[in-house]
C-alpha cells in the first residue's frame, strides 16, 4: 500500500508482512529529494517516540539511496494504533503536520480513500 501525499511531494509505503492471529506490518520511508535532510530527523524523532527504526541501503533502486524501515506487530488493534501513531510522528517529523491529507492505493488501484493522517478513520 503507498500512501501518497496530496498538497505536496512525498509518500509512505506500508506491507502486511504477516497476517495471522497477530499482524505485523512494516512502514518504509525513502531516501529520496523531497525527504531530504529530514531523513534523519525522522529516524530520530521515531527513536525518541519509542520505535525501533531501522536504516537500510539500498542499492540498484533509482533515486532511492536508503529505506528507514519500522515494523508493528501483534492483534489487528495494537498494529492500527500503532501504525496511526507510527504515521502522526513521521508526519510531524516531516514537517507535515498530523492534519496532512494522503491518497492510499493498494498495489496500484485506484483512490481507496483519503484522509488525514491523524484521523481516526477513513472517509470515501
Known amino acids: 500500500?503507498?500512501?501518497?501525499?496530496?498538497d505536496g511531494a512525498g509518500f509512505f509505503q506500508l506491507e502486511l508482512?504477516?497476517?495471522?492471529a497477530d499482524r505485523?506490518?512494516?512502514?518504509?520511508?525513502?531516501?529520496?529529494?523531497?525527504?531530504?535532510?529530514?531523513?534523519t530527523h525522522v529516524e530520530r524523532s521515531l527513536l525518541s517516540a519509542?520505535?525501533?527504526?531501522?536504516?537500510?541501503?539500498?542499492?540498484?533502486c533509482g533515486k532511492v539511496r536508503r529505506?528507514?524501515?519500522?515494523?508493528?506487530?501483534?492483534?489487528?488493534t495494537q498494529v492500527a494504533e500503532e501504525t496511526q501513531r507510527l504515521l502522526a510522528?513521521?508526519?510531524?517529523?516531516?514537517g507535515w503536520g498530523t492534519d496532512a491529507w494522503f491518497?492510499?492505493?493498494?498495489?496500484?488501484t485506484?483512490?481507496?480513500?483519503?484522509r488525514p493522517v491523524g484521523s481516526a478513520g477513513p472517509t470515501a
Open 50 to 60: 519509542g520505535f525501533s527504526p531501522r536504516v537500510e541501503r539500498v542499492a540498484g
Open 17 to 20: 508482512i504477516e497476517n495471522g
Open 67 to 76: 529505506l528507514l524501515r519500522v515494523q508493528a506487530s501483534g492483534a489487528g
Open 103 to 108: 491518497t492510499v492505493r493498494f498495489e496500484g
Open 1 to 6: 500500500m503507498v500512501m501518497e501525499r496530496e
Open 110 to 114: 485506484p483512490t481507496v480513500f483519503s
Open 24 to 39: 505485523t506490518l512494516e512502514f518504509s520511508l525513502p531516501d529520496v529529494g523531497w525527504t531530504g535532510a529530514a531523513f
Open 89 to 94: 510522528a513521521t508526519a510531524t517529523a516531516l
